[in-house]
């Protein structure tokens, strides 16, 4: 299995409500990432977990809420978004050794109203 | 602070031409770069890995350098396809607090026309 997972693919939710994005590998790898990514732009980095600590936090609003229950999943706890949190949140993993290839996953497409 | 940079924005070419596509980084003190593709509303398809240690990679008609003295890389694609028609991006990864990621630029379009 050599492919990152996420779930659900399109999310829509009010600003009052709390929804969550999933993502899972089964690669072996040690590290997983959330990155948001807008129209036309480059994936910003959210989060970094490694061996299911969290690393990085590129300052984040409260909002997003990272988990990593295992060292295959990764989720993103969504609560009080606002509408210019639209985009599509991409998830990727990688082994975090030296060869620190990250491969991504298909993304989730979010819609905040 | 490392920023990275791909010109043009945007390449249009016909079929069957050999390609070039530029990447420049501030900061020398990188620990890999990655090339990768993203088709419209999709996710990133990884091409090739580059390690600071190393000067360049292959995969089938691509081929990446780099350069660290000099803040460059390049992606080469050979005998292009329309199915190359993409947003390029590559990215440097560097660490941070003892952590480690990656920086992307903004990526550069390409169009093969058939």
């Known amino acids: 299995d050599t492919e990152v997972t996420q779930t659900p693919k399109h999310l829509v939710m009010g600003m009052t409500n709390k929804k969550s994005l999933k993502c899972e590998q089964h690669m072996g790898h040690r590290a997983m990432y959330w990155y948001k990514q807008k129209a036309k732009k480059p994936p910003e980095l959210m989060f970094v977990y490694s061996y299911e600590k969290l690393s990085i936090n590129e300052s984040v609003p409260s909002r997003f809420s990272p988990e990593c229950p295992n060292s295959s999943l990764l989720n993103l706890h969504l609560h009080a978004l606002q509408p210019e949190d639209s985009a599509l949140y991409l998830c990727?993993?990688?082994?975090?050794?030296?060869?620190?290839?990250?491969?991504f996953g298909p993304g989730t497409r979010l819609t905040v109203l | 602070k490392q920023e990275v940079t791909q010109i043009p924005a945007a390449l249009s070419v016909p079929e069957g031409e050999n390609l070039v596509l530029n990447c420049s980084f501030t900061?020398?003190?990188?620990?890999?770069l990655q090339w990768f593709r993203q088709d419209p509303g999709k996710g990133l398809t990884s091409l090739l890995l580059?390690?600071?240690?190393?000067r360049e990679q292959t995969s089938g008609r691509l081929n990446a350098s780099l350069d660290k003295s000099s803040g460059r890389s390049t992606l080469y694609i050979a005998a292009s396809q329309p199915g190359d028609s993409a947003t390029y991006l590559c990215?440097?990864?560097?660490?941070?607090?003892?952590?480690?990621?990656?920086?992307f630029g903004k990526g550069m379009k390409l169009t093969v026309n058939p």
């Open positions: 900061d020398s003190a990188i620990y890999n």
């Open positions: 990215a440097v990864e560097l660490t941070q607090g003892g952590s480690e990621k990656l920086v």
């Open positions: 990727a993993s990688s082994r975090w050794d030296r060869n620190n290839e990250q491969f």
């Open positions: 580059i390690q600071s240690s190393q």
